[in-house]
């Protein structure tokens, strides 16, 4: 099968990454993988999520050519999808480069996995064949010593810090939105969903209490800055927090720069989302 590998880097795992933020990081590459597996098997298929340990030395011809020899976790996801064409697979770490249309998947993307692989010091290769799927493949430092990441969770963990603000929350894939949701009703929030921009529009009009609006830009029907445009149309200072997994949306968009909005780009840990969240209701 074809493959895409990227350059040589130190085998040493940065202490720094062995917290919460890290471990939210490794879910939403791991999400991000399996969202894109699942939508390249349209009509069925079968997702497999295979972990092993290679040891050095021994695992020298189980690793990407130019990666550092040491001891490597490998998480390997692999769908029976449509596969990928060798030009395809030549780009798919470019940032930003998608396949899909705006409004279909998530938009982020590979880009984002080839940077936390880098950051974590390791590695991220893909085989693909046309027809028969494809497998993309992190490598990452093996942490041989204390679990660093037990004790650093008690203080990483995210404080509450809501006091029963309602946050309305507009994101069409059902995944994403449900971990949202989840993650703003641990942190003491109320919340309302919608998975398109017209039920959103809906909830604004029913009168009930809305203090922030988390929307996605993507949206398979009205764009969420129209839909921003809207909202604060009828709800005037309205907090609203765009998501986005597109590059040129920072740039394209001057609604974002409005007082009382902010862009966050996908994909986001739990913390930063609890930070940004914060924020933006103390200055609403």
Known sequence: MPNATFPKRSPTWPKSQLGADWANQLEGA???LAINGRDAMPDGGTLTIATANLAAGTAAQSLPPDLAPGDYVRIAVSDTGTGMAPDVIARAFEPFFTTKPIG???GLGLASIYGFARQS???VAIESELGRGTTVALYLPR?????????DTASGDMAITGRGETILVIEDEPVV????VELLDDLGYCTLAADDAEPGLELLRSGAPIDLMITDIGLPGMDGRDL???????RPGLPILYMTGYADTATDADDIAEEGTALITKPFGGPLLAD????MLRRA
């Open 30 to 32: 791991l999400l991000n």
């Open 104 to 106: 279909q998947g998530t």
């Open 121 to 123: 010091k390791g590695e």
């Open 143 to 151: 942490h041989m010593g204390a679990d660093d990441a037990a004790s």
């Open 177 to 180: 939105r449900a971990l949202i």
């Open 228 to 234: 921003g445009r809207i909202a604060r149309e009828m």
């Open 276 to 279: 940004r969240v914060a924020a």
